[in-house]
Structures are given as C-alpha cells and as structure tokens.
C-alpha cells in the first residue's frame, strides 16, 4: 500500500485520535504546530516529522514566513493532503492549498466556514434564515441598522472560534463606544440582532457531497452566555427520531450544500427564537467541534468523529468507497467547568451514568450516557450544582486586544 503524505496543522493541542487513526492506515504525517505546543502530549509514534511555527499573538502566525517554510518541505516530499485541525488553522491550510495547488477545501470555500459575515451572506443568500445583520465599515450603514433592529444586539469578531470577543450591547452609545474602541480592526467585526432562544450544535460527517453522520445537541447553558458570565457548561445529545433534531438535520443538510463543502467534519450551530420558534443559522466551521464534544458525541453513537474524519480523507486519497458504522442509540450529556484546583476529586462524581472523566488541568470535566435521556439531565443539573457550591471558579472575560 502506498504510503501518502498528509501534513496537519494546528496551533493548539488537538487532533490526536486523527493523527493516530491516519498513521494506522499507513499514511506518514506531518505535524505543523506552534513553538509553544512542543511539551504537548503529541501522539508522538505516529508523527513522522514536526515543524514548529512562532506565535506572532495567540493563534497566530505569520503566513508568509509558514508559506516559504512550506515550500522547504515540498523540495523532498511529495504531500497528498493539509489538513487544518482547529478552527484558527483552516485559513492556513486554505493558504497552503492555494500556493501549492493541493487538493481540498480553497480560499474562497473556506471563508463560508470561517469569516461569520461571509457564512451570514451566504445564509442568507440562500434562503437560510439568520438574524437581521450588517458589516460595520460604513457608519451611515450601522446607523440604518439600529434604526430598524432595536436593541440588543451583538457584536462579533467575523473570524473568531468559540464565543471569544463577542460584546452585548443595549444602547447607542454603548454600540458607538465599542466600535471607537475597536480603531483599525472595526472590519473584522460584524453586528447582529440578538436572539434570545435555545442554541443548538449539529456534528456532522460528509463524504463526496453527502453527510454520512449526524449528531444533534442542545446547549443547556451556551457558550456566550459561559464566556461572559462564567459558569458551566452543559450540553446533550438530542433523540434521533425526535422532531428537533428532524429540524436540524434539515437545517445542516441546507447549509452545508450550500456552502460547498465536500469532504470532512463540520461542527454547525443553530438558535430557536423563543418569540417565533423559528430556526435561525449561527455559524458552522469545517472542524471537528471543540471544548471536547467529540467525547459527548462518541458516548451516545460509537463514532468517533475524529477518526472517522481520517478515514474520509484516507478513502479520498485512495479513492476508496467510505462508510461510517451505523450509530448507537444512547442519549449523553457533557459538563465542563473552571476550577479552582488542578486535579479535581472526581469521587463525589462517579456513578453509573459516567462513562469519561477528561483530564483538563484546573477544569472538570465529566461525560454521562444512558438509554434514558431524563436521567442524563438529571446527572447533568447535579453536578453543576456540586460544581457551583464547591469548585467553581470564575475568571471575567478580556476585552479582544487591538494592535
């Protein structure tokens, strides 16, 4: 069989599993990573040679110099694939794949998936539903918008992961405030009307233009509302044969065809207004989701995505057929949370419904599974209630810098 040779970057510490499972297919792997990652428990026996990329900030590099690097290694090896393991990366990878003309996922696919103006306008382009939204290059345009949106609304970064540098705001001057702050990086910023509602995520795996895999959750406390007020987080798998996640495998399937993506993972998230009880399109990235929802996903169907992701893009390089096991039919919930100490006491935790315990240093970090969806909240809701009494601890969200 012949060896292929994938390069994956990452500028934090993920993607172990996937580098595990293409290695076990016999692929030799390239490992691009930050210089501060080099003490990381990399999965080091399937990685064949690792380059290590300065940080000009957190999570970011400086192309150029990753671009001319690049082309170092393609003197003497030949890559087959780039793959991008979180969603800082994907603009890399695209970068690479450009210059270097290598198959997968360009510059301009991959702005759908990273950009959240770029994602929004293509929503709404075509015929997704998204909360009203505007750029915020041009004043008068920011002014037409809160003329007919009320408030609140939200500011955000168009190319942030997670819910990092998102503001609330109430009023005009507190929007006029922000955008004075925010100087030159203003256009990296977009404004959206705030919807109050339910957040939902949809995990996903597609091959040649098909999902092959879904798996739907709801938020039971979101990340926004986690970044910036502190807290725990608290998510669980939805029945597979329920009405919403019926919805939100529609929703996916209409974003997801839209947007042109192929191959891979994809990590999308929805809100049900609480006033109209419609579904409205947040953001999607073409990653595998983080803050360890790949565990909550693998407890309630067997799959692990990560993995599967890799035989996918081992099955595109060999042009194989590809296809995923049926999923099991468990519901799981996952709770994560700051705390005070490095190593929690997982005793007062433990029960029948706890099937994984994830080592985060100063976090909890607890996965249950059972047949019985009422049992997995009740075993969620506990915890956060043991976690809130005697662990928590609250860090307040900082600003985004500017530079």
């Known amino acids: 069989m ?5 390069v994956c970057i990452s500028c934090y510490y993920k993607g172990y599993d996937f580098m595990d499972e293409m290695k076990k297919l016999g692929n030799k792997i390239i490992l691009v990573t930050s210089e501060n990652l080099k003490e990381k428990n990399w999965p080091w026996e399937a ?11 957190p999570s970011v590099w400086n192309l150029e110099h990753l671009v001319q690097g690049f082309s170092h290694i393609m003197k003497t090896r030949k890559v087959n694939a780039v793959i991008a393991l979180d969603d800082y990366d994907v603009e890399k990878a ?35 539903n998204v909360p009203e939204f505007t750029a915020v290059f041009n004043d008068q345009e920011v002014e037409n918008f809160i003329s007919k949106v009320s408030a609140p609304w939200v500011l955000k970064p168009r190319s942030e992961a997670s819910a990092s540098g998102i503001k609330k705001l109430k009023t005009r001057e507190e929007l006029l405030q922000a ?5 030159e990086e203003r256009h990296l910023f977009l404004l959206e009307s705030f919807k109050p509602g339910d957040v939902y995520h949809v995990d996903s795996l597609t ?33 597979r044969y329920s009405d919403e996640f019926k919805a939100l495998d529609e929703a996916n399937k209409k974003v997801l065809l839209n947007f042109g993506l192929m191959n891979g993972a994809t990590h999308t998230e929805f809100i049900r207004g609480k006033a109209d009880g ?4 947040l953001e999607t990235s073409s990653r595998v989701g983080g803050a360890h929802i790949p ?4 407890a309630s169907s067997n799959i692990n995505i990560w993995r599967e992701w890799a ?93």
């Not at 419609?278 to 399109?281: L, M, R, S, V």
């Open 2 to 6: 012949e060896e292929k040779t994938i």
């Open 94 to 128: 695209a970068l690479i794949r450009e210059t270097f003309r290598i198959p997968g996922m360009g510059q301009t696919t991959h702005r759908y998936f990273r950009d959240k103006l770029a994602m929004r306008q293509k929503a709404k382009d075509s015929g997704i």
């Open 311 to 403: 035989k996918i893009e081992d099955a595109l390089l060999r042009g194989r057929h590809y296809e995923v096991s049926k999923p099991t039919g468990y519901y799981s919930g996952l709770i994560v949370a700051l705390i005070k100490d490095k190593e929690p006491d997982y005793e007062q935790f433990k029960c029948e419904e706890a099937v994984k315990f994830i080592p985060i240093d100063y976090h909890v970090g607890i996965v249950y599974k059972s047949k019985d969806s009422e049992k997995v909240v009740e075993r969620l809701d506990l915890a956060a209630e043991r976690i809130h009494s005697h662990l928590l601890n609250i860090i307040p969200p900082q600003d985004r810098p500017t530079s």
């Open 207 to 239: 091959f040649n233009k098909e999902i092959v895999f879904t798996s739907a959750s709801k938020y039971l406390a979101p990340p926004m509302e986690v970044s910036h007020e502190g807290g725990v987080f608290r998510t669980k798998t939805l029945g």
């Open 179 to 183: 955008l004075e702050k925010l100087g």
């Open 295 to 298: 565990d909550l996903v693998e």
């Open 278 to 281: 419609k579904w409205y399109f």
């Open 47 to 57: 990685i064949d040679e690792v380059f290590y990329m300065p940080e000009m900030k």
